[in-house]
């Protein structure tokens, strides 16, 4: 299971971090990352991170103001959000990958590649 947590208001510029603990044999997965879907928008790939060694990759509109990090004693994964625009406003789900990924080098913005979904989390920006 996938818990996430940490959504709020805050005001445009603001800060907010998520998090996301995994349970069971997701903490065996491969990678993790953070998808978010806006009212009236396509689910979308925001920042994914490789459970064993840290890589991170993130969608280039948040490149620079969010930051995917990993506690792997707490089987935690988190999303720091700073600057956050309006356009930032979106219910963020975390998901898992199984234990093999099976596109390679481009999985982690592929949805199909996250058999493991967390319930999401809403974050409002304020203008």
């Known amino acids: 299971q996938l818990q996430a947590s940490g959504g709020g208001l805050v005001q445009a510029g603001d800060s907010l971090r998520l998090s996301c603990t995994a349970s069971?044999?997701?903490?065996?997965?491969?990678?993790m990352g953070w998808f978010r879907q806006a009212p009236g928008k396509e689910r979308e790939f925001v920042a994914a991170?490789?459970?064993?060694?840290?890589?991170?990759y993130y969608q280039d509109s948040v490149k620079g103001r969010f930051t995917i990090s990993k506690d792997n004693a707490k089987n935690t994964m988190y999303l720091q959000m700073n600057s956050l625009k309006s356009e930032d406003m979106a219910v963020y789900y975390c998901?898992?990958?199984?234990?093999?990924?099976?596109?390679?080098?481009?999985?982690?913005?592929?949805?199909?590649?996250?058999?493991?979904w967390g319930q999401g989390t809403l974050v409002t920006v304020s203008s």
């Open positions: 998901a898992a990958t199984g234990a093999f990924v099976t596109i390679g080098s481009t999985w982690f913005h592929s949805e199909h590649e996250y058999p493991y």
């Open positions: 069971g044999s997701i903490s065996s997965s491969y990678g």
């Open positions: 991170i490789t459970w064993s060694d840290g890589r991170k």
